[in-house]
């Protein structure tokens, strides 16, 4: 998994220009959405495929300091 921060990112543009990282730390998060991107990636013996019919539903832990 990688995450990146909104840039008001689109869906079609998130992919190839949010600054992808392994862990980022979000801000001023309040009652309202707080919108980040994940992407998966997968092994080094998988073969590439463009598959868009697929859908991830991931479940993360947010931790506030």
């Known amino acids: ?14 992919l190839e220009s949010a600054d992808w990282k392994d862990r980022i730390a979000l801000s001023d998060v309040g009652d309202t959405n707080t919108v980040f991107w994940v992407k998966a990636l997968s092994s080094a013996d998988e073969a590439p495929q463009q598959d868009t019919s697929v859908d991830i539903q991931a479940e993360g832990l947010l931790v506030s300091n």
């Open 1 to 14: 998994w990688k995450a990146a921060t909104d840039n008001k990112y689109t869906a079609e543009t998130a």
